[in-house]
C-alpha cells in the first residue's frame, strides 16, 4: 500500500499541490500536516509512520517535507528501510526500491554522519578555547566556600547532616558532595 505525507507550513499555505501529486503517484492514503519543517509534533506524520507496515511505501512530494534536519530524515529512511518500508521522493526521484535510490540513501546518510562530526569537533574546539582562557566549565557550585566551612564546623560541632542540609537550603547529598572538596 502506499501512503502520502504532504506537510505545509502555515495556514495560510495549501497543501493542495503536494496532495493531487502524490495521489497520482498512487497513494492510497496522504496524512498532510500544518507545521514548520522544525517542529518536532507533527501529528499526522506520526500518525502516517505508525500506519506503515513491511511492504509499504512511504512517498513524499519533497525531502524536506518529511525531515526537519538531514539528521531527522536519515534517522526517519533509516527506521523505514529497518521495517521493510519503501520510500520515494517525487520531486528528487529517489526510490529506495532501486539501486540509484538505496545509493542515496547512503549518501544521505553519509552526509548526516559528517555533519555529526563537525558538530562534535566545533564543540570540542569551543570548549578547548574555553578553558584556555580560563572560563570555568559547568554548574557553579551550589554552597560558596564561606557555606562550606560554616556546614564544616557545624558537623563538626555534632550538628546532624539533614539539619545543616536544611539550614543551607540544600539536599543532604548536595551537602556531602560540596564537602568531598
Given amino acids: 500500500m502506499k501512503y502520502g505525507y504532504a506537510r505545509v507550513s502555515t495556514d495560510d499555505q495549501k497543501a493542495d499541490l503536494q496532495i493531487n501529486a502524490l495521489k497520482k503517484a498512487g497513494c492510497d492514503h496522504v496524512f498532510t500536516d500544518t507545521a514548520s519543517g522544525t517542529v518536532k509534533k507533527r501529528p499526522e506524520l506520526s500518525r502516517c509512520l505508525e500506519s506503515l507496515r513491511a511492504g509499504d511505501v512511504l512517498v513524499v512530494w519533497k525531502l524536506d517535507r518529511l525531515g526537519r534536519s538531514l539528521s531527522h530524515l536519515v534517522a526517519v529512511l533509516s527506521d523505514l528501510q529497518g521495517r521493510g518500508v519503501a520510500f520515494q521522493s517525487l520531486t528528487e526521484a529517489i526510490d529506495t526500491e532501486s539501486a540509484a535510490g538505496r545509493l542515496m540513501g547512503h549518501i544521505l546518510g553519509a552526509l548526516a554522519e559528517f555533519e555529526r562530526a563537525l558538530i562534535v569537533e566545533r564543540t570540542q574546539a569551543g570548549l ?54
Avoid at 550538628?159 to 572538596?181: F, G, H, I, M
Fill in 128 to 181: 578547548k578555547a574555553a578553558k584556555k582562557r580560563g572560563t570555568k566549565l559547568g554548574r557553579k557550585p551550589s554552597l560558596s566556600d564561606e557555606q562550606r566551612k560554616h556546614a564544616r564546623e557545624l558537623l563538626d560541632r555534632g550538628e546532624s547532616p539533614l539539619a545543616v542540609a536544611k539550614l543551607l537550603n540544600v539536599c543532604r547529598a548536595t551537602l556531602y558532595n560540596s564537602l568531598k572538596d
